[in-house]
């Protein structure tokens, strides 16, 4: 088997650009037997997803698998979200996924095989904060599932995972250093394991660690997995969740339509019987 590692390496901002972690994941897969190529094109331009798909193309002669997983974050409560942060993470994470799939799925198409497995997120069910990655996540989805629909007659396969992982993406680089530390002291090495909190984080984050994601992502990329197309997944420590598709939860219907008068006596008692507010009005801050 061998590898395309695409990582333009910028910060979690989505800023600068590193060889480093591209060329980190080609050693690893290099020391353990496999072979691998780093590529350091951002997903964010139609150029630069053909650019990924063809110089796969051009170091191994064929594709067969493609996993979109780039990512940014620009974390910020909507009335202090620029449409700079808006749109930095939206080319990162919804077009990103669109320009590598667009060019994927001609190969796939052609050959009349191939596995694509796109990354959404829980924030995409909703998460304070995160209006701009929400989005993305959430779109994401909407993509896996039509893609599906586009390309299943061909024999190929579109479905997403919402990994529960700790990465460089997440993890801040102090508790990355922390983590290392502690791990180094565990393997008897000269990191100190009373670091305050080290030891802690890592008995915490190790069942976040991303190695608890890929054995679903390469399960849904084998033959076995071949009917299932379309879904969506949470995934990390123990757990896999298949997710339920969106259906209608409660519906009411009124010959010729409902008006306002209607609406205001029906809704409370029916649709709106049991529904909460996730984030009711609270008083204002008056403190100093």
């Known amino acids: 088997m061998w590898v395309y590692a695409t990582d333009l390496g910028g910060s979690e901002a989505g800023e600068g650009a590193d060889a480093r972690p591209a060329d980190e994941v080609v050693a690893e897969i290099a020391a353990a037997g496999g072979e691998a190529v780093a590529n350091y094109d951002s997903v964010a331009t139609m150029e630069g997803g053909e650019r990924i798909v063809q110089t796969a193309l051009d170091s191994f002669g064929r594709l067969d698998i493609l996993i979109n997983n780039a990512g940014i974050l620009r974390d ?33 198409r052609q050959q009349r095989s191939g596995r694509i497995v796109n990354t959404g997120s829980e924030s995409g069910l909703g998460n304070m904060g995160q209006a701009n990655y929400a989005a993305a996540k959430e779109g994401i989805v909407g993509l896996t599932r039509t893609c599906a629909l586009d390309l299943g007659r061909y024999g190929v396969t579109v479905n997403a995972i919402r ?38 984080a890592v008995s915490q984050l190790d069942a976040l660690a991303p190695e608890m994601v890929a054995p679903l992502v390469v399960y849904l990329c084998t033959d076995s997995a071949a009917n299932v197309n379309g879904r969506d997944f949470v995934v990390g420590g123990d757990e896999v969740s298949l997710m339920t598709m969106p259906t209608k939860q409660a519906t009411i219907h009124r010959e010729g ?10 809704f409370p008692q029916v649709i709106g019987a049991n529904l909460t507010n996730p984030a009711p009005a609270q008083p204002p801050n008056t403190g100093s």
């Open 257 to 266: 339509g409902w008006d306002l008068a209607s609406l205001e006596r029906v």
């Open 76 to 108: 910020r409560m909507v009335f202090n979200m620029t449409e700079a942060e808006w749109d930095s993470v939206i080319d990162v994470h919804l077009k990103g996924h669109f320009t590598t799939t667009k060019h994927a799925s001609l190969v796939f």
């Open 163 to 200: 990994p529960r992982a700790g990465t460089r993406l997440t993890l801040s680089p102090e508790l990355r250093e922390a983590m290392q530390r502690a791990r180094a002291s565990r393997r008897g090495g000269d990191g100190d394991a009373s670091e305050t909190g080290a030891e802690q």
